[in-house]
């Protein structure tokens, strides 16, 4: 309760990991800062013929706190790097992730998925509302839309979350670590429904996941290779 | 001396027009979106005496072949799916297998003397239950309260997206009843709910009382017409619209069937296209 | 007030005559008026920005719960709450306008409509501003575009349900929302605000760059003038590009150009790129003015000198530069390029370490201090300890791929209330109470004060702290109903807490609200320097000043900081005196 949610993709390593460790320094800093202003307040409190000593400051201290922070910082910041790039840059989206459709309007997700015909776009493609099914282990690459305003593809237990801007397509991929279902969630303000934009993300074993593809009409199996239809942005 | 553009005065000025922009660039402001009485007059309209008025009855047929009824996928509402005992289906073309059409909207579009016909009787209730509209297709006075009731109980959007008059865009998180009205003359609305993409409803308003929806059985009855010659038209949301003329005299039923084919299909004049998104429900694999 | 009035004009016609009640006190060109009319309409702006928030609790406390029917939900009309439910169309309203107003209408003007007014020509010992029929239109501008602001309210379709953001194409077209009117009256308000702020901005600039007094030299001047000089500048740059995203959105709900809509040509992105190019410097103007207050009131109340002063100066500046280059970091998840991500990510963790200079040169200047802890110094010390929080959560969030997660959560949410109410509002608390007794000749209660303080505090952190665990929980910003969402239903219950905390912080407020009313009829009659403060507003002028300010321009031999100094017998030494300050007879009003 009031923490991080079970991971479920391959990327809650790099991003949790990061979380924590900001956490600590953050943690320490807190504890830190906040007990010395305490420790001063009782211990300088004005009493009967206190003198305050009078001093304008040092340099030496300054530079001291002003390069901690710094170099603190700093770190924090190159340890984000090569997760952001990993998680969003184009370069990084496997070549065989298996792309799915989702178009989102007010107040629904559309997941397309490939027909028979193995590409996207095409009359024979399956589209579901509010559900998004895909296999565990697997580079999944969902090629985001929006019809009307600005959504966000949010899936908690993945650490996924990107806007779906209209006019824009924008690809997002992850790897599922575990099947079940999870939860998608819209994270941006988009109407009086934004409150009830939710669905569910069903994560197959690979199997199972070539038998829904049969049941549901959509296919080639996993093991053929897809074509996409859709640049990548 | 104070000059002429002393800034107290300019200020006074700039607020005026302010205040004009505003009020201007507002539009409507004063009362928010409630409705009006129902149409009532200050003074009462003559009474028509029903000696002299007629009744045009009707069947509505259809004659083409009917796009197979689509199932809907309700898994995402479990409380809706609950209330259907057979699956919930799309039915873009009620029809029997008589070929007797439902859903089809019949009013009088010319030949009415310019008066005013009186108060409609009440509210009219445009309800959602199992989260579908109730009536499918509704017709409404100019005016006219409509009591947008929620059954059942669970967050609907109610998204009216006319043409001519003011829309709305509401929601009712729960049972609740929101009233709403339309003030021109419009053939047809269509609402929908931005929350349940399937749901899809068509509300027509016209200045008089002289319309009707086909039931099941495809038959419609227009009552308390004065003697005259008129234009009738019958709408329906997927194969378009027609229109004949009707001739009513007192004290007797005139009759006005309609047959509908698919050569005018996709033509119904509706304020804002309905866009529905169509899942396909699943086979064994999913819910 | 003073009993007789003389116009000190700037100018060489100096002339005498008697003001009307009019031009005295309504259209009035004095600065201290000027800025005790922003003072009076942005606290009640607070206070319904406040009831905003109440009603917005009310809803998370009970979400679409019939046997909780909201409180005076009666008073409503049906569109906004209907049978005692909340509509959502009015949740998001009051989302949205709990943001704009308290931003915008409470907030900015409380930290420079009021403070940049009334002290800087009293601090670098100036008569009066340097325009001051240009700051009479700057208040007669802001009253009728919050009276806009107001209207908004009572049209058909409500007022602005878009979120403060604004993000289009939600914003720009009535179609997504069912708002009409209300987005345009919103927009017009916040055009004409603009402007107020503009020639605010004109006036304190010109006033602290030719206006000081003789000895008044740049590192002479008090902290809370440089903070509001430094702020006047940012507000200077960045509002036009406000005011120029507004009348682009306007145009798009209004005549039909699209520079926003993607289906025919415009860009949604493009309005986040210009509203947070503004944005983010105005959230640095609506932090450095409190960190100058803070800084004043803890020299004053620790005895001691701000430590590095100079250090601070040149934080707020590096704030204020640096601020200019972060604002893609609200838009890491937008779909801009990732690469643009890393930029900002970097420039992000950057601009922490001048707000963390200033914290540890706070806690240098209590180091060693006579500390006397009076409502303000409470409030002053409360600031720095929350606002180390608020800071501290900025890193989660400044990180890229954290923020992935955490992005649009109620972490972000908990992350702005720690920095706006915990940083601006303690410190607009903190002012308010010492300039009270310059600005009304009385004091205000201290036993009252200390009891808002304290209660305000306490409900604070309980309301605001576990938004971070419902943020890391993953519940999303903007939510009229978390419990449609199955894995935010458990939350239900932190929700609930957080309501009554909150409700109970409200009511605090009323603390707060009665003691500043009372005191101006009832106050204990103020002495000119209570806190025993350097400055020339404490030493130079009477409680309340008059018209003119100071007898004669007062001539500055030192820096505002030089508290307990050893060449001098008292703890203080005023800038204007010549040579060593004799200590005052009464001990630093405390009690």
Known sequence: ?233 | ?287 | MATTLTEHAPHADAHHHELSFVRKYIFSEDHKIIGIQFLFMSLFFLLVGGLLAAIMRWQLAYPTDAANPLPGGGLFPETMVNNGIILPEFYNSAVTMHGTIMIFFAIMPLLVGVFANYLIPLQIGAPDMAFPKLNMASFWTAFPAGLIMLAGFFVEGGHSSAGWTQYAPLSADPEWTGVYAGQRLWLISMIILGFASLMGAVNYITTVINMRAPGMTWFRIPLPTWALFITAILILLAIPVLTGALIMLLFDQTIGTTFFASATGGEPLLWQHMFWFFGHPEVYILILPGMGFVSEIIAAGSRKPIFGYAAMVLAIIAIAFIGWLVWGHHMFQSGMNPMLGMSFMVTTMIIAVPSAIKVFNWLGTMWRGDLHFHTPMLHAVAFVAMFVIGGLSGVFVASTPVDIFLHDTYFVVAHIHYVLFGGSLFAIFGAITFWYPKMFGRMMNSTLGKIHFWLTLIFFNLVFFPMHNLGIAGMMRRIYDFTQYEYLAPFQGLQLFISWSAFVLIGAQFIFAFNFLYSLFRGEKAPQNPWHANSLEWTAAPSPPPHGNFAHTPTVYRGPYEYSHPDTPGDYWPQNEPGPAAPAPEPVYAE
């Open chain 2, 1 to 287: 001396m104070r000059k002429f553009f002393d800034p107290f005065r300019l200020l006074a000025l700039g607020g005026a027009a302010a205040f004009l922009l505003a009020c201007g660039g507002g539009g409507d402001a004063g009362a928010d979106g409630a409705s009006s009485e129902g149409g009532a007059d200050a003074d009462a309209a003559p009474a028509i005496d029903p000696a002299t008025t007629g009744t045009v009855v009707g069947t509505v047929t259809y004659t083409g072949s009917a796009p197979a009824p689509e199932p809907i996928d309700m898994s995402e509402e479990p409380t809706c799916a609950e209330k259907h005992d057979d699956a919930p289906m799309r039915v873009p073309v009620r029809v029997s297998d008589d070929g007797d059409l439902a859903n089809a909207f019949i009013y009088i579009k010319e030949g009415l003397a310019d008066r005013d016909w009186g108060a409609a009787g009440g509210p009219a209730t445009f309800d959602q239950e199992g989260c579908e509209y109730i009536p499918h297709v509704m017709g409404v006075r100019t005016g006219q309260d409509i009591d947008i009731v929620n059954s059942d109980g669970l967050m609907h959007n109610i998204n009216a997206s006319p043409n001519v008059n003011r829309g709305f865009n509401i929601n009712q998180p729960t049972n609740m009843t929101s009233t709403r009205s339309f003030s021109q003359p419009e053939v047809m609305i269509p609402v929908r709910c931005d929350v349940h993409g399937w749901m899809e409803g068509y509300i027509g308003v016209v200045d008089h009382p002289f319309f009707a929806v086909s039931g099941d059985d495809g038959t419609f009855r227009i009552e308390g017409l004065p003697a005259g010659d008129y234009t009738i038209g019958v709408w329906h949301e997927q194969l378009g619209e027609r229109e004949m003329v009707v001739t009513v005299t007192a004290q007797e039923e005139s009759t006005a069937d309609f047959t509908l084919d698919d050569s005018t299909a996709g033509t119904a004049s509706v304020g804002e296209p309905l866009v529905i998104h169509h899942s396909h429900a699943g086979g064994a694999a999913s819910r």
């Open chain 1, 1 to 233: 309760m009031g923490w991080l949610p079970e991971a479920a993709s391959t990327f809650a390593d790099s991003i949790d990991g990061i979380f924590y460790l900001i956490l600590a320094i953050t943690g320490v800093i807190f504890v830190g800062v906040e007990a010395v202003l305490l420790w001063f307040a009782v211990k300088y409190r004005h009493r009967e013929g206190r003198k305050a000593y009078h001093t304008h400051g040092n340099i030496r201290v300054e530079v001291v706190w002003t390069a901690l922070p710094a170099v603190l910082v700093v770190l924090i910041g190159v340890l984000s790097i090569r997760p952001w790039l990993h998680i969003r840059s184009p370069d990084s989206i496997p070549p065989e992730a298996y792309a799915v459709d989702m178009t989102a309007k007010q107040f629904e997700w559309n997941a397309s998925y490939v027909g028979p015909d193995g590409a996207m776009g095409t009359d024979d493609d399956v589209t579901q509302r509010n559900q998004l099914h895909i296999p565990v282990g697997r580079p999944v690459v969902v090629m985001l839309r929006s019809e009307d305003v600005i959504h966000s593809f949010f899936l908690p237990e993945f650490r996924v979350k990107q806007d779906a801007v209209p006019g824009m397509e924008t690809a997002v991929w992850f790897q599922a670590t575990r099947t079940g279902e999870f939860n998608l969630a819209c994270a941006e303000l988009c109407g009086t429904g934004h409150t009830r934009m939710g669905g569910r993300v069903i994560v197959y074993s690979a199997d199972d996941f070539d038998a829904w593809l049969l049941a549901e009409g959509a296919g080639p199996p996993l093991g053929a290779r897809l074509a996409s239809s859709t640049d990548q942005p």
